[in-house]
């Protein structure tokens, strides 16, 4: 049942230098109503979940990555916290390199330039208004009507920016009730005032508030005096981002961060590959992988929301794979060959999201039972938590505890060959035998249940005919891969054509 997990030889050695990708990320513009709308895998929103799957990619660089050291064993931890932030920083970088970037930048006499850099980059603190444009509200240039452009931290921050301005305080009460009835999101809110001086005071005409995404509200002063508010919808447009590059001598995660990757979108890459490749054995130094994601942006070019994979590819010498993203009609989120096929194959190789596998099936040495003997199973390291799949559709045919297993869950597949998932923290709620599950359906949650584990694993078999056989290299009957048709293969082939031209775009 148990493992080798938690071997820090399997974690490869983190990105040291800075990210370089191997061409421009040249955009190109797509309007956003082409976008899918669908929210993001369950990948990216559990923490754990993400954060476990650099550690699977560190895991497969194992096969290349030979040299253990303790540095390696120390730097690659804080990256894989680091994961959980949507940044694009190498993930596995050292924490000395600020460090070291300092000295380099005090020795090049470059440290007071920093800390200017640095000073003007600081954010503004909360509850405080920070005039955009340069303006000189005591002195008014002309008796016209002047603008005001600010940046606040919230809605609640109107009031203050109001008066700061010089409008009375019932006034500005008035304006930023108005304007609070449309702008109903929390964050930051850039806010134009128009003002009409009156004295030493000045009288508000209007506001624009928007977010980030050009969402907000207009706020108008009608003849009377009332203001009322409007609701202004979003500005968004749809930008393609591709990039190439080629296994490096670590790991596929590695290779990806170092080719400009955001490290968010390595674990989706991952899930489209769970039909066709091995990543643990089928990919070598020299391979090369494609990646193409879609990012909403602002009027201002600025990115907003998650990344969306939307192409992978892998290249090897012995098979190629270009795969599209795609929404069909019923929501369902899956990966397409160019033709519109179906990745999905009679069994998941790997029926738990994120996994590096810490064992694999064979005979071995067992590290609790200390003798020898048949592993008749792949454990798959995966923090406690993790939903697991049924690897087929099936009924349940065993949901009970284990003494050595722990927590067990048993699957006869429609093509006879019975599934078990063990060490399980939770069932899944109603689970039972007799119960019709489909392919992907969260049989349970992993743990490491049970006398026989030494830390957090899926421990998962195949049986056929009642032996047991390696889940990972059994052939599977792909009768079943379905293809789009209809309506759902025109909006595939609308959105792949869509995504090969940015990628013929933004070719080397
Ligand atoms: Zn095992």
Redesign the pocket.
Known sequence: ???DSFDPRSWAKPQQGAAKPQQDTAPAAIPAAAQPAESPPPASESGSAASSLPEAWRDIGTAFAPKPDAATHSAAKPAVAATSKPTRTASGMSPLLPLLLSLALLIGGGLAAWMTRHEVKRPAAPQQAVAEAPAAPEVPPSPGEVERSLVLAGVSDIVGALTAAGVSPQEAQAAAKAAAQVLAKPGEIHATLSLMPQGKAFLLQGLKASYADGSGAVVTRDSAGAFSGAAVAAELTQQIKVLRGEIDSESFYTSAVSAGVIDTLIPEFINAFTYDFNLASEINPGDTFEVAWAQSVNAQGGAVGQPQLLFASLTTPQKSLALYRFVSPDGKVAWYDGNGASTQRGLMRTPVDGARIT?KFGMRFHPVLHYTRL?A?V?FGVPVGTPVYAAAAGVVIGATPTGCGGNMVVIQHDNGWVTRYFHLSHYAEGLHEGQRVSQGYTVGLSGTTGSCTTGPHL?FELRIGGEPVDPLSVKTDDSERKKLDGTSIQAFMHQRDRVDVARAKQAM
Do not use: A, E, Q
């Open positions: 049942m148990d493992d064992s592993h199973g454990d421990h």
